[in-house]
């Protein structure tokens, strides 16, 4: 079994920054890539961050050169450092992972989701 455990959302000031964290655990062999996506109401949720376990990143054009995806491979993390926030930001941010388990193969994986709020 796997967990993604993600920390760091909350309500920040236009122009503000956050740094949203995730953790997995559980019966992991490898982490393939890690990404970060978000849900903002009524809209689908989107990709906004991805890195693969190499290092590669990409990014949604709207977050390119103010948000910053990093992972650390030894801890099984990745992180999402957002900067310059807008009120169009606000969304719940959910942690996802390709792991491959030790019992059950490969598989993508979700976090319960954190509640960014972009607001004045």
């Known amino acids: 079994q796997v967990q993604l455990v993600e920390s760091g959302g909350g309500l920040v000031q236009p122009g503000g920054s956050l740094r949203l964290s995730c953790a997995a655990s559980?019966?992991?062999?490898?982490?393939?890539?890690m990404g970060w996506y978000r849900q903002a109401p009524g809209k689908q949720r989107e990709l906004v961050a991805a890195?693969?376990?190499?290092?590669?990143?990409n990014y949604v054009d709207s977050v390119k050169g103010r948000f910053t995806i990093s992972r650390d491979n030894a801890k099984n993390t990745v992180n999402l450092q957002m900067n310059s926030l807008k009120p169009e930001d606000t969304a719940v941010y959910y942690c996802n992972a390709d792991i491959r388990t030790v019992v059950a193969g490969r598989g993508h994986y979700w976090g319960q989701g954190t509640q960014v709020t972009v607001s004045s």
């Open positions: 559980g019966s992991i062999f490898s982490i393939h890539a």
């Open positions: 890195i693969t376990n190499g290092g590669i990143t």
